[in-house]
């Protein structure tokens, strides 16, 4: 089951802002609110903001990407970072590397014991896909040794962050990088876990040679999808629709990323659970911020996913900021929004 959160004074303003989404803050925001308010202006914000649902977020798929901990990991070790997140309510965590500049050495059977410990599954990994030197710690260059030490770890999930744009931004190009994430897939497969690709936002540009044609929808059919997963960055996708919602030619292109998971659910077994700010004048359309502090539809994007018939416990959320103004105050924000969503009734 997911742990609650300790009390978070915060989170008041957060339910606040979520209202017009129609966020349900419920008895365990009214817990997480605790000292920050009086009984009744706790009541107050609940009935505002939400319905009595169930918590859209499933029991024990909460976790974290521990790049938005690098800075902590690298000071004070994995040890005192695990023992932070186990008390704001993680049940998951996906490593970026397995020592992020780790303050004193650590081997994998350490790094294992020691997430277990505090109650943490390590759930998934974020490796390069590939690399001119031939020594180098990717997909391409060391898949065994690669795919030996997410074995080790337990790891269910192995995957990569960098997009398939390895031969170039054709449609062939993104055919033939398809092929290596099959093979790359089929290997992982037979060791009992799940390749998988983390988008940003380029993703959903158009194929430099056919701009009728949406590289990721390239992705998504030259895939395996018995071989080949996703781990959509839901931020990133949504940046993906302000940025490319419009062919190079100006013709309309809108798309929208919860349909491809709704479409696809299985290939979905991961998720980045990040935020962001509406901002037009932004390239990417959004400034990032604290999971909750943003205008993506969390209560909606997660419960469209969960309400789909036996996908509840098929999917895990990893919240993630690329650079948190204090990393620790994101992880304890984030999990609080999170567990504080209802479903509308």
């Given at each position: 089951?997911?742990?609650?959160?300790?009390?978070?004074?915060?989170?008041t303003?957060?339910?606040?802002?979520?209202?017009?989404?129609?966020?349900?803050?419920?008895?365990?925001?009214?817990a997480?609110?605790?000292a920050?308010?009086?009984?009744?202006?706790?009541?107050?914000?609940?009935?505002?903001?939400?319905?009595?649902?169930?918590?859209?977020?499933?029991?024990?798929?909460?976790?974290?990407?521990?790049?938005?901990?690098?800075?902590?990991?690298s000071?004070?070790?994995?040890?005192p970072?695990?023992?932070?997140?186990?008390?704001?309510?993680?049940?998951?965590?996906?490593?970026?590397?397995?020592?992020?500049?780790?303050?004193?050495?650590?081997?994998?059977?350490?790094?294992?014991?020691?997430?277990?410990?505090?109650?943490?599954?390590?759930?998934?990994?974020?490796v390069?896909?590939?690399?001119?030197?031939?020594?180098?710690?990717t997909?391409a260059?060391?898949?065994?040794?690669?795919?030996?030490?997410?074995?080790?770890?337990?790891?269910?999930?192995?995957?990569?962050?960098?997009?398939?744009?390895?031969?170039g931004?054709?449609?062939?190009?993104?055919?033939r990088?398809?092929?290596?994430?099959?093979?790359?897939?089929?290997?992982?497969?037979?060791?009992?876990?799940?390749?998988?690709?983390?988008?940003?936002s380029?993703?959903?540009s158009?194929?430099?040679?056919?701009?009728?044609?949406?590289?990721?929808?390239?992705?998504?059919?030259?895939?395996?999808?018995?071989?080949?997963?996703?781990?959509?960055?839901?931020?990133?996708?949504?940046?993906?629709?302000?940025?490319f919602?419009?062919?190079?030619?100006?013709?309309?292109?809108?798309?929208?990323?919860?349909?491809?998971?709704?479409?696809?659910?299985?290939?979905?077994?991961?998720?980045?659970?990040k935020?962001?700010?509406?901002?037009?004048?932004?390239?990417?359309?959004?400034?990032?911020?604290?999971?909750?502090?943003?205008?993506?539809?969390?209560?909606?994007?997660?419960?469209?996913?969960?309400?789909?018939?036996?996908?509840?416990?098929?999917?895990?959320?990893?919240?993630?900021?690329?650079?948190?103004?204090?990393?620790?105050?994101?992880?304890?924000?984030?999990?609080?929004?999170?567990?504080?969503?209802?479903?509308?009734?």
């Open positions: 089951m997911s742990r609650i959160s300790q009390p978070d004074p915060e989170l303003h957060r339910l606040t802002r979520r209202g017009m989404l129609g966020v349900a803050a419920g008895a365990t925001a009214a997480l609110l605790g920050a308010a009086t009984p009744a202006t706790a009541a107050e914000t609940a009935d505002k903001t939400s319905g009595r649902g169930r918590p859209v977020l499933p029991p024990g798929r909460l976790g974290i990407q521990l790049y938005s901990l690098r800075d902590k990991v000071t004070l070790g994995f040890a970072v695990f023992a932070e997140l186990e008390k704001y309510g993680y049940d998951e965590v996906e490593f970026a590397g397995y020592t992020q500049g780790s303050a004193g050495p650590i081997t994998l059977a350490q790094l294992k014991r020691l997430a277990r410990d505090h109650g943490l599954n390590p759930i998934g990994s974020h390069g896909y590939y690399s001119d030197d031939p020594n180098a710690y997909f260059q060391n898949l065994t040794k690669v795919l030996d030490d997410a074995q080790a770890l337990g790891l269910k999930h192995i995957g990569t962050a960098s997009g398939p744009f390895r031969y931004s054709t449609v062939d190009a993104w055919k990088a398809a092929e290596e994430f099959n093979t790359y897939g089929a290997a992982a497969k037979a060791r009992g876990m799940k390749f998988y690709q983390h988008n940003h380029e993703e959903f158009f194929a430099t040679d056919n701009p009728n044609v949406r590289l990721y929808d390239v992705l998504l059919k030259e895939t395996d999808p018995d071989l080949v997963f996703l781990e959509m960055d839901i931020y990133w996708a949504y940046s993906g629709q302000f940025r919602s419009t062919r190079p030619d100006g013709t309309p292109a809108p798309f929208e990323p919860l349909n491809y998971v709704l479409r696809q659910p299985h290939r979905y077994p991961l998720f980045h659970v935020d962001g700010v509406s901002d037009p004048s932004n390239t990417y359309g959004y400034r990032m911020t604290d999971v909750g502090d943003g205008d993506i539809d969390y209560q909606k994007f997660i419960s469209a996913v969960t309400r789909l018939r036996g996908e509840r416990l098929a999917h895990h959320w990893q919240a993630e900021h690329d650079q948190p103004t204090e990393s620790f105050t994101f992880a304890r924000r984030s999990s609080a929004y999170l567990h504080s969503l209802r479903e509308k009734c």
